[in-house]
């Protein structure tokens, strides 16, 4: 089996949201589409479509594995690239957009990638909210998750950890939380898409979540570290934001023997076919900055 063609034909598939609508896109009959599907399946040793007449859903099995093959067919697409453009260097306008707080955090990167490639200009946006690709004409947006559609087209490039902290004058007013529990009792400033309403933890293996409410949301980290610094309350927030508050005690970490919700960074892009070398380059380069534990991520 070629197991690629097997992973590109259950990714057209899931795409396609049919095997003939594969079939047509990949110019091949729908019973060879369906000898891949039954293929992969057989080398994973998992179903991973449930198929009815009128619609295919991608089982437990098929969702864990889609992102790995996308990764995989990406790998594979860069690889082809390299060989046969080993002298193009990448040229060109590149518009990438990710959240407010993260900007600081991309723009360094993007200044490195832009001294490597010099013929690249970067338009960064910052927009903290879901962008439309194709209608905003991004090429590349940053994206944080827990769980990422399955539908995207998306290259994981590193992790974001998160902080429980809060000012001293609150903590002096309010009291210090010592275990997660503790921290229903107290004003938990809350982001208004991620952790709206529940905190999530591990600890020891184990994993442990807490109601929390307060009088301040915010669809914006940065909003909630200003709130945050001011002594509204409790918050949750992305290391590399709140780092250096932390660091001259600005802040104080809480709950430090707790690790909160950790999630992955995705570069989300419209399409894989003829990828432009400048988008190339900069997946290549993010994930070769952000590899492993970044250094805002650490603690």
Known sequence: ?????????????????????????LDMSRPVVSRYLAELEEWVGARLLHRTTRRLSLTPAGNEILERCRQMLSSASDLQHAVNQPQQAPRG???????????????????????????????LMMLDRTVNLVEERIDLAIRMTTRLDPSLIARKLSVCRSTICASPDYLREHGTPKKVADLALHNCLTHSYVG????????????????????????EAMVLLSAALAGAGIAHLPAYAAAPYVASGKLVALLPQYEPTVLDIYGVYASRKHMPATLRTMLDFLAERFTGEPEWGEG
């Open 93 to 123: 306008l590149l518009r990438v957009t990710t959240t407010t707080s993260f900007g600081p955090q991309l723009a360094r990167a993007v200044t490195a990638y832009c001294k490597r490639y010099p013929g690249v200009a970067v338009d």
């Open 1 to 25: 089996m070629d197991r690629l063609t097997a992973m590109q034909v259950f990714v057209s598939v899931v795409d396609s949201g049919s095997q003939s609508a594969a079939a047509l896109q």
């Open 196 to 219: 709206k309403s529940l905190w999530e933890f591990d600890h020891k293996g184990k994993h442990s979540a807490v109601a929390v409410s307060g009088n301040i949301s915010a669809n």
